[in-house]
């Protein structure tokens, strides 16, 4: 077995789906292997607004963030392989990837060689990081 169990770092964007393709095609090799895919929102803090409008833009970013996850968990529902999604938040993205694979026992992360944030760089900050930091084996995609 490849692994045990599979962290997908997940964005929506066309790097993560080929991500979420390679995780799938990892899993399908044996229905042992787990997959907990991950969303990460960055909820702004904005001062000097009312408080209804700030729990407004965070249910929004938190909305969307579930959409996000529904679209992922929905492609590996064609999987026998037990698949988990979970929404968090914060604004160091890599600390937090790195963190829910250690709480969460995963030994393989799966993710896109650039996200959302438009970083024209072979490599983007987060998945640099992660591969610098990681205690486990790092597959990023392109």
Known sequence: MICSKIL????ESEIAGR???KAAEIAKTDAAIEV??????????????????AKSIADNFNKHG????????????NFPNKCE????????????ILGHCKEHKCDLIIMGSRGL???KELLGSVSHTVIQQSFVPVMIVK
Do not use: C, N, R, W
Request: proline share 4%; hydrophobic share 45%.
């Open 36 to 53: 907990d895919i991950i969303h990460i929102i960055d909820i702004p803090i904005i001062s000097g607004i009312d408080q209804f409008v």
């Open 8 to 11: 997908l770092a997940y964005d």
């Open 85 to 96: 999604t979970f929404l968090l938040e914060g604004k160091a993205t890599p600390s937090i």
């Open 19 to 21: 991500a979420l393709e």
């Open 66 to 77: 579930e959409e996000v996850l529904d679209k992922a968990k929905s492609y590996m529902k």
């Open 117 to 119: 944030s438009g970083i």
